[in-house]
């Protein structure tokens, strides 16, 4: 329809005025409902809610985010670094203890699983932090990766 054909309808037939008048005010009203509904729900419930709410919507994301941009690839053809083993002095005892750690073993299953007592397992750990010269649980797994030591 062009713009003659509008007129005509619009002034031709007053039954379209009806029509779009009645429409006018179903929306004027829906949106005057919505409005009233999302003033008494901001007024019902408290702030620590909404607190709560963009809490767990931000953590959510960040979940998210963090997955997406730390994603891990399964390296083909893995070749065990044989030779730095060696030069580092890491026996198979704590190469054993640190594939336990790759799969995000506690210090306790990692005794059951190599029938050692827990504290036969920190010590191992103590010496893989010292040979391969880190702090933490999950810089001695990245960094046993990198140089090749396990998968």
Same mark, same amino acid.
Not at 5 to 20: A, K, S
Not at 32 to 53: C, N
Not at 114 to 142: C, D, F, M, W
């Given at each position: ?19 779009? @008048? ?8 829906? @949106?005057?409902? *919505? ?22 919507? @931000? ?18 053809? @893995? ?56 702090? *933490?649980?999950?810089?001695?797994? *990245? ?9």
């Amino acid at each position: 329809m062009d713009m003659v054909n509008l007129r005509e309808v619009w002034h031709g037939n007053p039954m379209w005025r009806t029509i779009l @008048f009645y429409a006018a005010i179903l929306a004027l009203g829906t @949106f005057a409902l *919505q409005w009233v509904e999302y003033q008494y729900l901001s007024r019902s419930f408290s702030i620590e809610i909404y607190v709560v709410l963009v809490g767990i919507a @931000f953590t959510v994301l960040g979940v998210w985010v963090g997955r997406a941009l730390t994603r891990q690839t399964v390296a083909e053809g @893995f070749e065990f670094n044989q030779a730095l083993m060696t030069s580092l002095n890491i026996t198979k005892r704590e190469l054993g203890v640190l594939e336990e750690l790759a799969e995000g073993h506690s210090n306790k299953q990692i005794a059951e699983r190599l029938n050692v007592s827990p504290n036969t397992v920190k010590t191992h750990i103590a010496n893989l932090y010292e040979k391969l010269e880190v702090g *933490q649980r999950v810089q001695a797994v *990245q960094k046993a990766r990198t140089l090749r030591l396990i998968r």
